[in-house]
């Protein structure tokens, strides 16, 4: 079984500021890594997802995120926050079946992110 | 990517009524899931529906509460049946494309 810890329920930061969103997940098998945001009163959107090859993966809106397998981590990066940011960021993995492919999502509790001006 | 759509949008319902939820997708998969957001939580899968074969539901959910139907490669319906204000959630579905799942926007339930 696959589980997932974000270990912060929510980061309030500054516009224009770094941020870093952690996740370490924890599975017995080789797993394929997400990151989703959630807007306010909207459904989930990838920002970015790990498959395979380089560890540095870069998503949409400026977020990356990099995949380190001996520390079980996938933590969310962005140099440079803007308020239109805040959301909440959701990370998931989802095992590599031994066929190839994948099928249910591990979700993670999930970090709110306020950015203020 | 995949364009997802579902209906309703958002209602709200008696408590004992059923709702029936519909996702529809632009393109052909196998597989289809759904899952509840309750209020302040993460994402909980109810279930996976493949096309051509009975649903398989998550520990938790059984198909009396929670019927599904997948009757071709584009479409789902949940059910929510004999509702309780402990149904008031975000249900999601979601597919399978490319070892990547793309969520439909939600449907808002509120059960009073």
């Known amino acids: 079984a696959q589980s997932v810890t974000q270990l912060d329920s929510q980061v309030p930061v500054f516009e224009e500021a770094p941020v870093e969103l952690r996740c370490n997940y924890s599975s017995s098998v080789s797993v394929y890594l997400f990151w989703y945001v959630q807007y306010p009163n909207q459904g989930l959107q990838l920002l970015l997802k790990y498959l395979s090859g380089s560890t540095l993966v870069k998503g949409i809106n400026g977020f990356e995120a990099e995949f380190n397998k001996s520390q079980t981590s996938f933590h969310l990066r962005k140099p440079s926050v803007h308020i239109s940011d805040t959301a909440e960021y959701f990370c998931?993995?989802?095992?590599?079946?031994?066929?190839?492919?994948?099928?249910?999502?591990?979700f993670g509790k999930g970090t709110k992110l306020t950015v203020n001006p | 990517s995949a364009v997802i759509s579902q209906k309703p949008s958002r209602d709200i319902c008696q408590r004992g009524t059923s709702l029936t939820i519909q996702c529809q997708v632009d393109s052909q998969v196998t597989m289809m899931f759904w899952y509840r957001q309750q209020p302040g939580q993460s994402l909980t899968l109810i279930a996976t529906?493949?096309?051509?074969?009975?649903?398989?539901?998550e520990s938790g959910f059984v198909i009396d509460k929670f019927p599904i139907s997948r009757p071709n490669l584009t479409f789902s319906t949940l059910t929510v049946s004999n509702m309780s204000p402990e149904d008031s959630s975000i249900y999601l579905c979601s597919l399978l494309l490319g070892g990547t799942q793309y969520f439909g926007p939600g449907t808002r339930l509120l059960v009073l």
């Open positions: 998931a993995v989802s095992p590599l079946l031994t066929q190839g492919g994948s099928e249910k999502l591990v």
């Open positions: 529906a493949n096309q051509g074969s009975e649903a398989t539901y």
